[in-house]
Structure formats: structure tokens, C-alpha cells
């Protein structure tokens, strides 16, 4: 089943020295339709004004995901950690037991925009860490690039039985990919447009799919998008749990 979400439907919020859509519920912004899918319980599409930083703010069992989109993204936390992103760039952190991060916009004079996924772990408290990879326009283009996945031989591991791919495709180029029938997914069109079985999907558009579906995705004009794989039936931990 795929459920179309356009972009005039996608909660904004503007605080002046950033934009977001929200995706699922976050922060203030709470829909009981839109908790997430599966363990994906945030999706952000951030915009910084130059020069903005998100101060250092604390999270708990949460594998925080970050790719950056444009500009340059700059990263401290708690565990001591810091240093620059740019287009893309993967960041995946670990928050497990507990820790700190900030988001900042390094350049005084551009925009800069990123995405932002949360997916809950399969075991509360792990040990906080960080990881990070460079992806360039190539290794995206007309493909489903895996960009994190479970196992230890994938670029970026994470702690849950989840995929994130990302893709650049050309005009009339189509990608395809099979949902299980207990897993689902969301599928996020950053730019361009495509076509998704018969509906036509444009910027700042996306698809939530549920109970397993053939998804073939197929470039109108020059595209970039985002896809993430998950179970749809899990068991929360940590925090989640209570």
C-alpha cells in the first residue's frame, strides 16, 4: 500500500533562523496519523540560515541520521567530537545511553540544508559513537546507492534492521525495489520530479509504504531522493518503552 503525502501537506515550521518540514510528529507538532513507519519515527528536512547553529541538545536510544543536501555542515557533541559535511555526507550517531549534539551552518554566507532521520534501536543503552562517509553526485547517480544498512560490511551501520538509500536519477531512468510483505518504508523526493506507479510526484513530495509493495521509481526530470527500508512490526526499547 502507498500512501502519497504531498509537499503542501508536510507540517513547516519557521524560527527564523531555520525552516524544517516535520514529516511525523516532532518537538511541538504532534498528528497521531503521522507517528512514523516502523522504527523511523523523524523525518526533518532542515534549512539553516548562514551562520545559524543548533545549540548542543541532549538525546536518548535514538540512531541520529544525518545527510547533507547543500551547503556545509559543521558537527560538535559531548563525546568530543567535531567536523565538516558536505553534499553527500553521511552521519550516523549513536545516542544509546545518552548524549549531546549541535547542528551548525559552517558558512557565514550560505543557506544550508540536510535531512534528519531518527530510527529507535534494537537495544536501549548503547554506548554513544559516531559514524561518517562521503558519498559523491556519481556514486548516487542512476542508482539506489546504500548509503547505511544493519550489517557490518555496509558503509554505515545501524542498530536496527533498516536501509537508507540514496539516488540521483537522469531524466527517464527508473530505479526499482521490493518491499517484503512485513516491511515498509518512506520514500522522499528532495528535488525533481518522478513518477511512482500512477501518481507523479514533485519536489518536497513522499510516499509512505506499508505492508510490503514493488516500487518503481522513475525519473520525469532530474531527480534526487531519498528511501528508507524498515520492519514494520518492532518492539520499542529504552525510552520508547515506557
Known amino acids: 500500500m502507498l500512501q502519497v503525502r504531498r509537499d503542501r501537506e508536510i507540517h513547516k515550521e519557521d524560527g527564523g533562523w531555520f525552516v524544517a518540514r516535520w514529516h511525523f510528529s516532532f518537538d511541538r507538532y504532534r498528528d497521531p496519523r503521522q507517528m512514523g513507519v516502523g522504527p523511523l519515527r523523524v523525518f526533518n528536512h532542515d534549512r539553516l540560515a548562514p551562520g545559524a547553529v543548533w545549540p548542543m541538545h541532549p538525546h536518548v536510544d ?21 567536523g565538516i559535511l558536505q553534499p553527500g555526507g553521511v552521519q550516523l550517531m549513536t545516542l544509546g545511553s545518552g548524549a549531546e549534539h549541535s547542528e551548525q551552518n559552517a558558512s557565514e554566507i550560505e543557506p ?15 554506548r554513544p559513537g559516531i559514524q561518517q562517509r562521503h558519498f559523491t553526485q556519481e556514486d548516487r547517480t542512476d542508482r539506489l546507492l546504500k548509503v547505511i ?64 509493495a514493488a516500487l518503481r ?22 525510552v520508547w518503552a515506557r
Open 62 to 82: 535514538v540512531e541520529g541520521i544525518t545527510y547533507v543536501w547543500k551547503g556545509t555542515f559543521r558537527h560538535a557533541d559531548s563525546l568530543g567530537n567535531e
Open 112 to 126: 544550508m540544508e540536510f535531512l534528519q532521520l531518527w530510527i529507535l534501536p534494537q537495544k536501549p543503552s548503547l
Open 149 to 212: 544498512g544493519p550489517d557490518a560490511s555496509d558503509p554505515v551501520r545501524v542498530h536496527q534492521d533498516a536501509t537508507v538509500y540514496v539516488s540521483r536519477l537522469s531524466p527517464a531512468t527508473a530505479v526499482s525495489h521490493d518491499f517484503r510483505s512485513d516491511r515498509g518504508g518512506y520514500l522522499y523526493l528532495i528535488e525533481g520530479r518522478a513518477r511512482v506507479a500512477t501518481e507523479e510526484l514533485a519536489t518536497g513530495d513522499a510516499v509512505k509504504i506499508q505492508d510490503g
Open 217 to 238: 521509481i522513475e525519473a520525469v526530470e532530474a531527480s534526487e531522493l531519498v528511501l528508507v527500508d524498515v520492519p514494520l512490526r518492532f518492539t520499542p526499547v529504552g
